[in-house]
């Protein structure tokens, strides 16, 4: 052990100093010095409060204010010196405070702990992460309805089991995942008012001695709450979790359309040509242009779905209050964040470039017969029953794949031969585009509905974006 005294902030009571292992092991500089504007941000209202309630006089809280100004000036010149033996952000901002204004900076830590400080702090970078996040998404939708507005007409088979089952129009395929995000969006609204209340006041555990005015503090912050309990104020790590699980959902989401696009690239469907800014080449075969930022994305999932898992493992089983544990609930959430940021602004860019290829899309639904269903509801129609209907289309269909052809390729003398029921008519029922127009339901595929989901997202970008996009 070594036996130097003990110069930690803390350091009064013990006699001999850290060794370097523990120090280095300890220390959490690498993630929470990201929350170092958040952390000078709740030093102010918790000055100007102390100050308001006569704890500290208005002169040290204009020398407490000047001086937290320049270390944000530091901070932005990257000229600040940050000390890992001072262990985290916030001893390394107080230290270098007292440096700067001497004896009004002891006082700035009067009636805070670093637990209900933390706790504040991170508060903050959350809600600004998820408020950030939304604006990614409308940048996402933005992109999504743009790219629909142009394919309203253009059609594509729908897929159940990944097998061709329906024709659908483009618009509203790519409005499904506009509607996903939005759910998104709307999920970072409910969870906003549970991650923005203030736990400063709290202290350590128990509330302090010293008269101070918590709402003061949460109004100058602008978060609509405050802590109920000082115990739950201080061990409470929800408002993370809630974090990690938006982001997990989100990362779900951009992983499902990261896989269309994978898929569509693939020649095989050919329904996308992949700019050449979101795509790469391989180092060995020339003809190659991979999907990987699409790749990426769907790949970084897992990476976030991992990191709500650990933080769930971490606080599960810790007994009240704050536990050195949760100095590990940074990592994952800034990991998440920058996952989840990037994803999003890049497949706003990729959706934003993508080429569709009409032609392929047509081929696909002439080849998976995707207008069977509607032949069998003219039969139908025309007096056999359903399950007569069923099986004499299906024999079409084999005699049409037979030769090659898709069943609106077939003379009408052929038809007839498979039923007399079916006249010249049938050929109008067979056209893919009438099919989508024949959906009548209100959210179908059916023309009328597009128009309505491109009205209601366009409605509800302009509100969102105040205006503009
Ligand atoms: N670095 C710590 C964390 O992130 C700050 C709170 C430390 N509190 C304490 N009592 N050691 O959790």
């Known amino acids: 052990m070594n036996s130097k005294p003990n110069d930690k902030p803390w350091g009064g009571r013990f006699a001999s100093s850290t060794s370097e292992l523990v ?73 270098r405070l007292v440096d700067l204004i001497g004896v009004s900076g002891q006082k700035l830590h009067t009636g805070r702990s670093r637990n209900d400080q933390v706790a504040l702090d991170f508060r903050l970078y959350v809600s600004q992460a998820v408020t950030e996040w939304q604006a990614n998404i409308r940048q996402l939708i933005s992109a999504l309805v743009d790219q629909a507005d142009k394919h309203r007409e253009t059609l594509l088979p729908g897929y159940t089991h990944l097998q061709p089952a329906q024709p659908v129009s483009l618009a509203h395929h790519l409005f499904a995942y506009g509607h996903m995000f939005r759910r998104d969006y709307q999920r970072i609204d409910d969870v906003l008012p549970r991650i923005k209340v203030s736990p400063l006041g709290a202290a350590a555990l128990a509330g302090t001695t010293y008269s101070l005015d918590p709402w003061m503090v949460a109004r100058d912050l602008d978060f609509p709450g405050v802590f109920g309990n000082s115990m739950d104020a201080v061990s409470d790590r929800d408002f993370v979790l809630e974090g990690l699980f938006l982001a997990s959902m989100l990362m779900m989401h951009l992983s499902r359309l990261a896989e269309e696009i994978i898929l569509w690239s693939n020649p095989g469907f050919g329904f996308i040509i992949l700019p050449e800014t979101y795509a790469t080449g391989s180092s060995i075969m020339p003809q190659k242009k991979n999907p990987d930022v699409a790749e990426l994305i769907r790949g970084k999932t897992g990476g976030v779905f991992g990191r709500l898992m650990a933080l769930l493992t ?13 100095q590990e609930d940074k990592e994952p959430f800034i990991e998440a964040h920058r996952s989840v940021s990037a994803s999003l602004q890049i497949m706003a860019g990729m959706v934003s470039a993508l080429g569709f290829n009409k032609k392929q899309m047509l081929r696909a639904l002439k080849q998976g017969y995707l207008n069977a269903t509607e032949l069998a509801d003219y039969l139908v129609s025309k007096g056999m029953t359903f399950r007569n209907a069923h099986h004499v289309t299906g024999r079409i269909v084999a005699f049409a794949e037979h030769k ?29 585009q009438r099919a989508v127009q024949r959906r009548i339901t209100p959210g179908s595929t059916g023309p009328g509905s597009v128009e309505l989901q491109m009205q209601d997202f366009r409605e509800w970008l302009d509100k969102k974006n105040g205006g503009s996009v």
């Open 23 to 95: 120090e280095a092991f300890t220390q959490s500089l690498d993630y929470d010095r990201f929350l170092a504007l958040q952390d000078l941000a709740g030093s102010r209202s918790h000055a100007r409060m102390l100050a308001a309630q006569s704890i500290i006089t208005s002169e040290e809280l204009n020398e407490i204010l000047t001086g937290l100004d320049l270390i944000q000036h530091e901070l932005e010149r990257d000229s600040f010196e940050w000390d890992p033996g001072l262990e985290d952000v916030h001893m390394n901002i107080e230290r």
């Open 314 to 326: 971490t606080m599960k089983a810790l007994p009240l209050t704050y536990n050195r544990d949760m």
């Open 404 to 432: 090659g052809a898709g069943l609106e390729e077939l003379g009408l003398e052929e038809l007839k031969g498979f039923s007399d029921l079916i006249k010249k008519d049938v050929f109008e029922v067979l056209d893919y």
